[in-house]
């Protein structure tokens, strides 16, 4: 399945991470460009 989740906080990083991990195909969208870049350098912007 093709998901799209909206928002990579707490909430939407961990369900978008669980999506991935049982299969699905997800991308994860957000308006913080900083976050964008820490997840793509493969840093997590969670604590």
């Not at 399945?1 to 939407?12: A, E, F, I, N, W």
């Not at 991935?20 to 991308?27: C, K």
Request: a neutral charge; one cysteine or more.
């Amino acid at each position: 399945m093709k998901l799209t989740v909206v928002g990579t906080g707490y909430v939407g990083l961990v369900a978008g991470t669980c999506f991935a991990e049982t299969g699905n195909d997800v991308i994860c969208v957000d308006i913080d460009r900083k976050k964008i870049a820490m997840l793509q350098d493969g840093r997590i912007p969670i604590y």
